[in-house]
């Protein structure tokens, strides 16, 4: 008699650390639409995809960027940080403004979409854990994807037989389109950059690493495919709704209560640390999926499904057995570290100094 399926916690394969990384796979364009949806309001051309993950594009980007920003802090200093002529007219306040709030309707727009894309590849409600932990692994079904993305995910009948439905897998249903979208955004976010130096401020190393190091992760986990992508995505596009709503309030000149940036900057500290963690526990799961078992045929041909008696062998699949995706994921750890620390000392310095101005 069979074990019973399960999900296990365990160390992994040393092979996945293994330097160089496995070679990501091959550049699948996301699906044409067919007419407007919300899901997909645009297409993307296939010469701009290609152009998007060419490496030289991010590492060049992220060099160029910090290279201005260094010239423009020079600038504002010899200016002694006064802002610039532009700012006092009605037409930056309206970019400003505009800039924000396209930002939280985007990040907000993601957010949906992968928490719908995630909701919809979810087996039944009868299903057992490791089905659900096969959607979250099984993140991509090319042909080129490790070996045990070829499985197909189960869902238990009361009947003791389980059905084993050619359902895509989370790539496949939307994460390769909103992921897409989310890396491109991180280059518009450089604006932010520019709104500051308009504004006579100086550019923090904490806001050119932020920006920089985000061109460069978001890249990566796309061209791996990282299944840790559904965690990255939905935590950051989610504050980032908040953050951004907040600085087009902030932009109108409404009186934001300080307890909400506050909150703000510790829910960015709080989605880095739990993003890493909720990451990192990909690495360390696996999961039983069976094999050897008797086919039985369905006799209802129109729902496409094949029936397959439980019993037989069971087979423990690792979560990520593949050393690019590992690969990514420790690059954006590194980035995380300091950044994360970065940001607590500016929360510290920030508020700290709120508190000794309200004492006076």
């Known amino acids: 008699m069979s074990r019973a399926l399960s999900v296990h916690l365990g160390l992994p394969e040393a092979r996945i650390f293994r330097f160089p990384p496995d070679p990501h796979p091959p550049l699948i364009k996301p699906a044409s639409r067919m007419g407007f949806s919300w899901d997909r309001p645009v297409d993307i051309p296939s010469t701009v995809y290609s152009f998007s993950l060419d490496a030289r594009l991010p590492i060049f980007t992220a060099c160029f960027y910090i290279s201005v920003v260094c010239v423009l802090n020079h600038l504002n200093k010899r200016r002694q940080y006064r802002p610039w002529p532009i700012t006092r007219t009605a037409f930056f306040t309206y970019f400003a403004f505009t800039h924000n709030l396209l930002l939280s309707l985007f990040s907000a727009w993601v957010f949906v979409g992968v928490c719908r894309t995630v909701i919809s590849s979810l087996p039944p409600q009868q299903s057992a854990t490791y089905h659900i932990a096969d959607v979250f692994c099984r993140f991509d079904l090319s042909e080129n994807s490790t070996p045990h993305n070829t499985l197909l995910p189960l869902a238990v009948h009361n009947d003791g037989f389980s059905g084993a439905y050619q359902a895509k897998s989370l790539w496949e249903s ?44 978001t890249w990566v986990g796309f061209l791996y495919r990282t299944p840790q992508s559904v965690v990255g995505v939905s935590l950051n596009t989610g504050i980032h709704t908040l953050m951004y709503l ?82 990514a994921l420790m690059l954006t750890t590194l980035y995380l570290m300091p950044l994360t620390q970065l940001f607590l000392r500016f929360f510290g310095r920030t508020y700290k100094l709120e508190t000794k101005k309200k004492a006076l």
């Not at 955004?185 to 500051?196: Q, V």
């Not at 932009?251 to 703000?264: F, Q």
Request: aromatic share 14%.
């Open 174 to 217: 939307g994460m390769d389109y909103y992921t897409w979208m989310f890396y491109i955004s991180k280059y518009y976010e450089i604006m932010d950059t520019l709104l500051l130096v308009v504004k006579g401020k100086k550019v923090s190393f904490l806001q050119m690493y932020h920006h920089a190091g985000a061109i460069i992760c």
């Open 246 to 327: 907040y600085y087009s309030l902030t932009t109108l000149k409404i009186n934001v209560p300080v307890v909400m940036k506050r909150t703000l900057t510790r829910l960015q500290i709080a989605q880095f640390l739990l993003g890493a963690l909720a990451s990192w526990l990909y690495v360390f799961i696996s999961y039983d999926s069976p094999i050897d078992v008797t086919l039985v045929p369905t006799e209802d041909k129109s729902d496409n499904q094949t029936y397959i008696r439980r019993g037989g062998e069971s087979n423990a699949i690792p979560c990520m057995d593949n050393s690019g995706q590992v690969f």
